[in-house]
Structures are given as structure tokens and as C-alpha cells.
């Protein structure tokens, strides 16, 4: 117990404080995790010959993950990606695999090896590509939408390549789970399909002929969906009966688990059931507490997964021949790197997008390492050759956020050739003209309009512009930031300018530009927080609108009304707050510097505070005076 207790703080330690510090520097939760478990095996020795039999257990946070994959997945939402899922995500992965088997070949490997090796490294690494698209605001891009569709194919695809990898061993292999008899009947290794489940002894198709195996994976797989379809509302409705919360969790494992082992008693792999039951869990009412109870699990587990991969590297090959290591890595990042670029180009990508799309891919994954233990336990890859590669895997994602700098350096030197929606031409005017019709756009349309008064839209998204024509709202489609535009818009003869952009930078260069034009021009903006008024405030801003100071106020009042104050009462409070907050501002914009953050403006800390002490003060002498009125 000592020994487990250590071990087990160990883990949990290098965790804690590897992983915040590589998700601070950009770096992903997965590199945290690697370097995590390289200091506390081949660096420092505190784990050791554990960490095989910890990988096995570990690898089932690879099937959480396929359950929650799928049910992020209607099969719906995978009908109507279906183009660039088969075309460019399965383009990118068989070219991208025969081009990594061709070299393996070259260099002496058997076919089987290569295929393992390339369906293996042909995968790129979800977790840090889609952290880092979102950190630097790259998802909405061609590019990142791009990426996300291999991304996904790639996720998918690791469910039959799962089921591939076994048939690829030798002959002779005692790894090779599939062995067919004189009588036709086909025998199966299931206990190391299922990385230790079948140490039970159980198969279901233990002897059958090859037409009664068929029959019966079949019937696994339909009994997943039947349970899926009929059978999980009334168990869900029987826990809830019980109003116990870890019941949610012990049955959201419960499923997991038993159809990972109806998979094993099938020969298939675990993985492919829990996708499907995903799949079919997708549009169930229970899908949100299902994910709640399963993504804690699943992170700890992977993590653990990658802890384990990182302590089981063996450094000491990686100081024997660096230089051969750094070279495979930046070969395999070179020849994906070749085909993403040809894909790209075949599907139309172009300037920025295409680069984004061919460096931010061309690394190996975290399913590499998950493929390649796997491949090596099934003995399809040699153990000194997965070990490795396992190497190159991770060389390669540490590569990755120097590729992204590469493309941020990239994409500020080049004219992105990418074509831009043609704007409309404008044909109308109106004496109000909205920039931007997003959900705040939106409300300040409908009202006017709903008054009797013309308003002239503009917005750069064209499904959004398209949207609100089906809706009977004309509107234009353009950047409102450009000057042609607002001419074309009326802005000379237009009496309110309403500024209703997402972008607070855009924002404020067109409020900017409006009052340089027209300083009669009644402009109203959206703010994005206080900081953002000051600009505007500057700018020559009239009316200035947080886009959520007034939602937080009404829902303060409401606040007040259900503890204890009359709805006069809490009106007044409401009014008072709103009173001095529009003084507080134009107060605090006397002593605002947009060269210095406000945490670092004594003067301005210092005049806030004093403001703060005068509303409390304001809103405990209006509570006296109501209390004084009751009595």
C-alpha cells in the first residue's frame, strides 16, 4: 500500500506541476504530460517497470475518449460534413500513409510494418493543434475549419485502424489474435485484443465458422444501438428515481466498460463499440450528464496514458543518435507536410489558409503512441523500431509550436490571395445605418424598424447578411470599417450611426473615422468592457452601450426584488447604480491612459476606489430613507 501510495503521488505531483506551466506557455496539456513523465522515469528513476502494466489501464481513457467523440457526433452533423470528411481528411490519410510506408520500405521494413508505421504516424495531434487554433482565434478560418475536418476523419479513422493493425501481424506471432482452422472455424486471441479482459477465458466465437463469427459481431453491434435507441431512458429514469448523483456516474461507466467487453468477446476493439454507442447516445436528453460524468475520467486516464509514454521513453537511445532521431522527425514533418500542401491546393485552399492548413498538420499525434504500443504488443512493429518511432512522435509534437511560428511569421509578410465576398452595391439610404448585425445588432434593428424607421445594415459575414433577407431584413453585404462603403450607405446625409461590430478594435476605428466625417453625426457604439468605453469615449462616441452592463444590471434588480426589496425599491437602486456608473465613467476616462493597463494606474485605481465608497454610500442612505418611509 505504501509503494501504490507513492507511486500514486508521484504521478498526480508531475502532473499538477507539469501541465498549467505547459498550457501558460501554449505549449498543450499533451507536451505537459510527456515532459511529466521523462522527469519522473528516464530523468529522475521514480517510476519504473509499473509503468507497462499503468499503460494498459491507462489506454481505456483512449475509448472514453471515442464514447465522447461520438457524442459530439450526430450522425446528421456527419452527413452534411461528409464531403471534406472522405475527400480531404481521407485523401490526407492515405496519402499520408502511403508516402510514410514507401520510405519504410525503402529503408528495408516489410509491407505490414510500413503500413503499420504509416497508418500510425499518418495521424496529427488533436489536442495541441485544436488548443492552439484556439488560442490564437484561427477556428472560423478556411484554414482551421479545414483542419478540423481532418482532425475529426482522423479521430474516426483510429477505430478501424484499431481492427487493421492485428491481421497485420506474423503468421507465427502468438500476438496474432486471428488464426483460421482446417474446419473453417476461426479462434481468436481475445485476451490480448483486449489488453488483459480475457484472462477470463470468455469468446463468443471461440470455434465458429467464419459465417456464424460474421453473424454474431453483427448482432453485438445492433444490440449496442438497440440498448442505445430503447433501453437507456427507462435505466436513466430508474437512477434518477434513487436521487443519488454518483448512481449518473457509476452508470455513465457502466456502459463504457460492459460495451468495451461485448467488443472483447467479439475479438473487436473496445474503441469501435464505445464510438458507436456515442453515435447513438448523440441525440439523447442524457447526452450532457453522460459527457459531465465520463470527461473527468477520461482526462485523468489519458493523462496518466501520456505520463506513462513519457516515462517509458527511453532517453538514453535518444543521446546514442540524435542527430538520426531529429532527422526521421523532420523527414516525417516534411513528406506531411508535402501532401497536406497538395491536398490543400486540390481543394482550393489558398494564402494564409493554406499554410495554416499544411504546417499545422504535418506533425504525429497522440494516437501514435497509442498505435504504436498497440502495433508493438500485437507484434506487428519490432519493439526497437516502435520504441524509435516513439521518439520521432514526440520530437514532432515538440516541433509543432515552432511550425505555428513559422506561420505566424508567414502570414504577416504575404497578401493572403484568398477572395473576398464581393460588397454589395449599395441602392438605398435611411436616416439610421447599423454596422454589424449580430445578436446585438439584431435587437437595435428590430426595434427601430418595428418603429417605422428605415434602417441601412451593413455586416461582412454573407451567411449572416443571408440569414436576415430570409427573414424579410434587407441587408448589405461589406466592411463597414471601409470609407467607400459608409458613402455608398448615406453616411453624409444619415442622422444616427449605430456601431454594433464584434471586433472592439474595428470599432473603434470606425467611430473614429464617422466623427472625423460627420462631426454632427449622433453615433452610438457597443462596448466591449470599461476599457473599451474610454476609447470610444475618446473616439467621439455619443452614446456608448456595454454589450452587457445593462443584461447584468436588470439581472441585479432581480436579485434585490427576491431578497427582501419591493420592485419600487429595487427600481430605485437600479436607477441610482445606473446613475452613477454613467458618472463614474466620464469620471474615470479624466485620469484613463490607454498606454498603461488599469491595474498598473495608481491614479486611476485610486479614483475608482473613492467612486466605489460613494455608491455604497448613495445606496445605504437610499435603503435609510425607504426603511424611514415603511416605518
Do not use: C
Not at 35 to 64: K, N
Not at 106 to 115: M, P, R
Request: glycine residues 8%.
Amino acid at each position: 500500500m505504501e509503494n501504490f501510495l507513492f507511486q500514486a503521488t508521484i504521478y498526480l505531483a508531475a502532473a499538477v506541476i507539469a501541465v498549467p506551466f505547459a498550457a501558460r506557455m501554449g505549449l498543450g496539456s499533451v507536451l505537459g504530460y510527456l515532459a511529466a513523465g521523462l522527469v519522473i522515469g528516464p530523468v529522475l528513476g521514480l517510476v519504473g517497470s509499473e509503468t507497462l502494466e499503468l499503460q494498459h489501464f491507462a489506454e481505456f481513457g483512449v475509448v472514453m475518449m471515442l464514447f465522447l467523440i461520438g457524442l459530439e457526433l450526430e450522425p446528421r452533423a456527419l452527413w452534411d460534413m461528409r464531403h471534406r470528411l472522405i475527400g480531404l481528411g481521407g485523401l490526407q490519410l492515405l496519402l499520408s500513409t502511403l508516402a510514410i510506408m514507401g520510405v519504410a520500405v525503402l529503408a528495408g521494413e516489410t509491407w505490414q510494418v510500413g503500413l503499420a508505421v504509416g497508418l500510425a504516424l499518418s495521424l496529427s495531434s488533436t489536442a495541441i493543434v485544436l488548443q492552439t487554433l484556439s488560442e490564437k482565434g484561427l477556428m472560423e478560418t478556411g484554414g482551421g475549419r479545414s483542419m478540423f475536418s481532418v482532425l475529426l476523419t482522423q479521430d474516426i479513422a483510429v477505430i478501424p485502424i484499431l481492427a487493421l493493425l492485428p491481421l497485420l501481424a506474423a503468421a507465427d506471432s502468438p500476438h496474432n489474435d486471428v488464426h483460421i482452422d482446417s474446419d473453417g472455424s476461426i479462434q481468436r486471441a481475445i485476451e490480448e485484443a483486449a489488453h488483459g479482459a480475457g484472462d477470463v477465458g470468455l469468446s463468443l466465437v471461440q470455434g465458429l465458422p467464419g459465417w456464424a463469427v460474421t453473424l454474431v459481431t453483427l448482432g453485438a453491434v445492433a444490440f449496442i444501438i438497440f440498448s442505445g435507441v430503447y433501453l437507456t431512458r427507462p435505466v436513466f429514469r430508474y437512477i434518477h428515481a434513487a436521487n443519488l448523483r454518483e448512481m449518473y456516474t457509476a452508470l455513465a461507466l457502466g456502459i463504457v466498460v460492459g460495451i468495451s467487453f461485448l467488443m472483447t468477446l467479439v475479438g473487436l476493439s473496445p474503441a469501435l463499440g464505445a464510438f458507436l454507442a456515442g453515435v447513438v447516445l448523440a441525440n439523447s436528453e442524457f447526452r450532457h450528464e453522460l459527457e459531465s460524468d465520463i470527461q473527468p475520467f477520461k482526462g485523468l486516464l489519458l493523462g496518466l496514458f501520456f505520463i506513462t509514454v513519457g516515462a517509458g521513453i527511453n532517453y538514453r537511445a535518444f543521446l546514442a543518435d540524435p542527430l538520426d532521431l531529429i532527422g526521421l522527425a523532420l523527414l516525417l514533418i516534411l513528406a506531411k507536410g508535402t501532401v497536406l500542401f497538395f491536398v490543400g491546393r486540390a481543394f482550393n485552399l489558398k494564402g494564409r489558409d493554406h499554410w495554416l492548413f499544411t504546417l499545422g498538420l504535418a506533425q504525429a499525434g497522440e494516437f501514435g503512441f497509442v498505435l504504436m504500443a498497440f502495433s508493438s504488443q500485437q507484434n506487428v512493429i519490432p519493439t526497437a523500431l516502435s520504441e524509435k518511432l516513439l521518439l520521432v512522435v514526440a520530437l514532432t509534437m515538440l516541433i509543432t509550436p515552432l511550425l505555428f511560428i513559422a506561420y505566424d511569421l508567414m502570414s504577416k509578410r504575404m497578401k493572403d490571395r484568398s477572395p473576398e465576398p464581393k460588397a454589395d452595391e449599395i441602392d438605398d439610404e435611411g436616416p439610421v445605418i447599423i454596422a454589424g448585425i449580430g445578436r446585438f445588432g439584431q435587437i437595435v434593428n428590430r426595434l427601430v424598424r418595428a418603429s417605422g424607421i428605415k434602417t441601412i445594415v451593413l455586416d461582412h459575414d454573407m451567411e449572416t447578411i443571408q440569414l436576415m433577407r430570409r427573414f424579410g431584413v434587407k441587408g448589405f453585404l461589406g466592411d463597414p470599417t471601409r470609407p467607400e462603403l459608409l458613402k455608398a450607405a448615406g453616411l453624409d446625409k444619415a442622422r444616427v450611426l449605430v456601431v454594433a461590430l464584434d471586433d472592439p478594435i474595428s470599432t473603434t476605428t470606425l467611430v473614429t473615422y464617422a466623427r472625423r466625417e460627420r462631426p454632427d453625426l449622433h453615433i452610438i457604439a457597443r462596448a466591449h468592457d470599461r476599457n473599451h468605453v474610454f476609447a470610444l469615449y475618446s473616439a467621439g462616441a455619443n452614446d456608448i452601450v456595454r454589450e452587457m452592463f445593462d443584461s447584468s444590471l436588470r439581472a441585479g434588480r432581480y436579485v434585490l426584488e427576491n431578497i427582501g426589496l419591493s420592485e419600487y425599491e429595487a427600481s430605485r437602486a437600479e436607477q441610482m447604480f445606473y446613475s452613477h456608473d454613467r458618472y463614474a465613467v466620464r469620471e474615470l476616462a479624466k485620469v484613463w491612459n490607454p498606454d498603461l493597463p488599469a491595474s498598473e494606474n495608481p491614479v486611476y485605481i485610486q479614483r475608482a476606489t473613492e467612486l466605489e465608497k460613494e455608491l455604497e454610500a448613495a445606496l445605504q442612505e437610499l435603503a435609510q430613507e425607504e426603511e424611514k418611509k415603511s416605518a
